[in-house]
């Protein structure tokens, strides 16, 4: 259930009995696309606001906490990552971090709603900053047939940057989606997903873990972070491989990361592989 009234925005979490709220200005683009209904807010204290289907996609204030821990620890775990692509991701924030890295040769965004881009580049132009990297490249498009027809062992990181497992997101979350990334990774590739939350979204991210192993993923390990304006205030990204050791990473090199993040560092690394004991009971 979504409230809306002119001065907050509230997304409530009806089957875990709460709600965040988002004090709004006003409302500056509201539109139906093919795929979903995107709606834009200018906020008091959390800059613009982007909400996709009634749930809050990201906001001006919090999203590098998002951004860099979908991108930075996958990164920094693959030995060479030269080959990135980014499923989603069609505010080009994950794709920025990618191309922080000098070791990326080649970067595709594959976002199956062009207009989710198209806004984020009046509203969120930060975000879209390398988007005229040379090294960048985009297709919107159905992400899940681009993977069945993508070349096997040709991408060293695969980010999965979705919305909820609902509607057109909703096979990002499936066996077969992951089948499809075993196979278009290289030996040592990685995939990445964000996972939702850890307290309110325990069945799905069992659910990832069972369907990745299922895969053939030898290696699954999940992340934690937080980020206020999802479900609890605290977030997740599950890292798939077939075979690296997902819980050790090139310290020193992130250390000594030769660009700027806001979050993200070999500290906050580290903390992040940390898990909760009553999270091992629900995996």
Excluded at 127 to 144: Q, T
Excluded at 176 to 185: E, G, P, S, T
Excluded at 194 to 219: N, R, T, V, Y
Aim: net charge negative.
């Amino acid at each position: 259930m979504i409230i809306r009234d002119k001065q907050w925005f509230t997304e409530e979490f009806k089957d875990d009995g709460a709600a965040f709220s988002i004090k709004v200005r006003h409302k500056v683009h509201d539109e139906k696309t093919p795929y979903q209904h995107i709606e834009i807010y200018d906020t008091e204290h959390f800059g613009y606001l982007m909400v996709i289907d009634g749930f809050v996609m990201l906001t001006t204030r919090d999203n590098f906490i998002y951004h860099e821990m979908l991108s930075h620890p996958a990164l920094f775990t693959h030995s060479s990552p030269k080959k990135v692509l980014v499923i989603g991701g069609g505010d080009c924030g994950t794709l920025r971090e990618v191309l922080k890295h000098p070791c990326v040769e080649e970067a595709w965004q594959v976002e199956i709603d062009e207009q989710v881009t198209r806004l984020s580049e009046q509203y969120f132009p930060e975000l879209c900053e390398s988007n005229s990297d040379p090294r960048a490249h985009f297709y919107f498009g159905n992400g899940i047939q681009w993977m069945k027809d993508a070349q096997a062992a040709s991408f060293d990181i695969v980010i999965v940057d979705s919305t909820d497992p609902v509607g057109p997101a909703k096979g990002l979350f499936s066996k077969a989606f992951y089948r499809d990334c075993f196979r278009v990774l290289t030996d040592d590739g990685i995939v990445v997903q964000q996972s939702e939350s850890p307290l309110f979204h325990q069945k799905i991210i069992a659910d990832m873990h069972h369907a990745m192993q299922g895969a053939g993923f030898s290696c699954i390990h999940t992340l934690n972070f937080p980020q206020c304006v999802y479900p609890s205030g605290w977030w997740s990204a599950t890292l798939a491989s077939k075979s690296s050791v997902l819980t050790e990473f090139r310290r020193e090199n992130a250390k000594n990361k030769p660009f700027a993040t806001r979050y993200y560092n070999a500290e906050i690394h580290q903390a992040a592989l940390a898990q909760p004991e009553f999270f091992a009971e629900f995996i």
